[in-house]
């Protein structure tokens, strides 16, 4: 999987120093979705939430899940769902204090960043975490003009885990009448520079073509674009 960050070999060098320096220090970097799996405990009903309205449609209170998946950190502020196994990054905010989750980056230099702040921050040891494109996917291999948002690659991530279930909501596309946030009125309502929509529906169309499980997305915005694809 590629987009827009391809390193030379000077700053692949600098990233495999970082690396072994941020092991050092505690960090534990995962290296095939196995073992994922197996630190998740196999789970069978995974629930993906984005940071978009429907990520708190009523609708979700009905629905079983025994591993849950969000993005960045927004969400902390809402007080609902806030103990995800998985949380999909690039943000350089610093996670809750209670939280144990996983950390996912769309790229090795986000990795680095980010586990540099927590290192920083004494937030570093025993923290494990894993890299999106650097594990084999339906995604590997084929390139993007901008990069997959972290919620595209959170549903790419829970397809490749295997659950007998996905449950995605959230994931809005910047289209929700209610705005980019649950409560956010003020906040623009559409993507950043480097993503898009288009982009984006590729990526979660192609790893979804290929996950034999029960798929149920919840909002209107998703579930229509999904269905043209």
């Not at 079983?64 to 609902?80: E, G, I, K, S, T």
């Not at 998985?86 to 144990?100: G, H, K, N, R, Y």
């Not at 980019?180 to 288009?198: L, M, Q, T, W």
Request: hydrophobic letters at 40%.
């Amino acid at each position: 999987m590629e987009w827009p960050e391809r390193p030379g070999r000077i700053r692949r060098f600098a990233q495999h120093v970082s690396r072994r320096r941020l092991e050092e220090a505690g960090a534990d970097c995962f290296e095939s979705w196995n073992e994922i799996g197996t630190r998740l405990g196999r789970p069978q009903s995974i629930l993906c939430l984005g940071n978009g309205p429907s990520s708190e449609d009523p609708a979700l209170n009905d629905e079983f899940y025994d591993c849950l998946f969000r993005v960045n950190w927004v969400w902390h502020a809402r007080a609902m769902m806030t103990r995800p196994q998985i949380v999909f990054t690039a943000d350089p905010d610093l996670p809750p204090p209670q939280s144990d989750a996983i950390l996912a980056f769309p790229t090795r230099g986000d990795a680095h960043r980010i586990l540099r702040r927590y290192r920083r921050a004494g937030r570093l040891r025993g923290r494990a975490y894993f890299v999106v494109p650097e594990l084999e996917s339906p995604l590997t291999g084929r390139s993007w003009p901008l990069r997959p948002t972290n919620g595209a690659l959170m549903i790419a991530a829970a397809a490749q885990l295997q659950p007998r279930r996905l449950v995605i909501a959230g994931i809005d596309l910047y289209q929700h009448p209610a705005g980019k946030y649950p409560g956010e009125v003020a906040e623009a309502n559409n993507y950043d520079s480097i993503h898009s929509r288009d982009n984006d529906l590729e990526v979660i169309a192609l790893a979804l073509a290929v996950f034999p499980g029960e798929v149920l997305v919840v909002g209107d915005q998703l579930r229509t674009a999904l269905a043209g694809c």
